[in-house]
Structure formats: structure tokens, C-alpha cells
């Protein structure tokens, strides 16, 4: 059984920065890969990034390249999600979720899900 939580979300001006971050309690936690989704109102639930097991290799959706990166610290049991140059189309819940796959965008193939933290995109 894993557990995660997310944290760092609020209210950020568009242009700026926040980091989230997933912690993740269990023992195997750190034999998943993560993802980071979001879901605004209205919209389909999106893939935003993945992370492999080791943190080796990272994945983004077309939408988020080059302005949002994933990494995580196993030492510390944490996936991060650093969001720079937000924009209001970011506005979301952001959701981190954990699966037994090396890696995976799918939202189906994933087995644990935090309760998300919303994140807010003022002008």
C-alpha cells in the first residue's frame, strides 16, 4: 500500500513560479514511476509529467515543455513538479499518482492517487 500527498499549491500571478511536491509513505514508493496530472473544470483529466523509478528519465506533455519540470529525491521519498512561466491555462487541480509501470501517461494504468492540491493562475 502506498499513500501520497500533495503539497505547494495556491495562488500564483501569471509569469511566476511554484513547486509542488508529492510525498509519498510506504515502503516500495520508490519502485514506481510518478506522474503529475491535472484536471480544470469542465476539461478531460491531462497528462502533464512522468518520472521513471531511478529519475533517469522524464516525460512532458507538449503543452508544459520547457516550462515545467519533474524530478524526485528518493532519499526523501518526494516527487517534485517546479511550474515556471504559468500561465492561466495551468489553472487546475494537480493531482500525483503512482504506478507499477516503468512509465506510463495513461491515467488507467496508474494505481494510487493523491487528493490533489488546486493551483490558481491569477492575471
Same mark, same amino acid.
Given at each position: 500500500?502506498?499513500?501520497?500527498?500533495?503539497?505547494? @499549491?495556491?495562488?500564483? %500571478? +501569471?509569469? /511566476?513560479?511554484? *513547486?509542488?511536491?508529492? $510525498?509519498?509513505?510506504? &515502503?516500495?514508493?520508490?519502485?514506481?514511476?510518478? @506522474?503529475?496530472?491535472? %484536471? +480544470?473544470? /469542465?476539461?478531460? *483529466?491531462?497528462?502533464? $509529467?512522468?518520472?521513471? &523509478?531511478?529519475?533517469d528519465?522524464?516525460?512532458?506533455?507538449?503543452?508544459?515543455?520547457?516550462?515545467?519540470?519533474?524530478?524526485?529525491?528518493? $532519499?526523501?521519498?518526494?516527487?517534485?513538479?517546479?511550474?515556471?512561466?504559468?500561465?492561466?491555462?495551468?489553472?487546475?487541480?494537480?493531482?500525483?499518482a503512482?504506478?507499477?509501470?516503468?512509465?506510463?501517461?495513461?491515467?488507467s494504468?496508474?494505481?494510487?492517487?493523491?487528493?490533489?492540491?488546486?493551483?490558481?493562475?491569477?492575471?
Amino acid at each position: 500500500q502506498v499513500q501520497l500527498v500533495e503539497s505547494g @499549491g495556491g495562488l500564483v %500571478q +501569471a509569469g /511566476g513560479s511554484l *513547486r509542488l511536491s508529492c $510525498a509519498g509513505f510506504g &515502503r516500495t514508493f520508490n519502485t514506481y514511476g510518478v @506522474g503529475w496530472f491535472r %484536471q +480544470a473544470p /469542465g476539461k478531460e *483529466r491531462e497528462f502533464v $509529467a512522468a518520472i521513471s &523509478r531511478s529519475g533517469d528519465m522524464t516525460y512532458y506533455a507538449d503543452s508544459v515543455k520547457g516550462r515545467f519540470t519533474i524530478s524526485r529525491d528518493n $532519499a526523501k521519498n518526494t516527487v517534485y513538479l517546479q511550474m515556471n512561466s504559468v500561465n492561466a491555462e495551468d489553472t487546475a487541480v494537480y493531482c500525483c499518482a503512482a504506478t507499477p509501470f516503468p512509465y506510463s501517461r495513461v491515467p488507467s494504468t496508474y494505481e494510487y492517487w493523491g487528493q490533489g492540491t488546486q493551483v490558481t493562475v491569477s492575471s
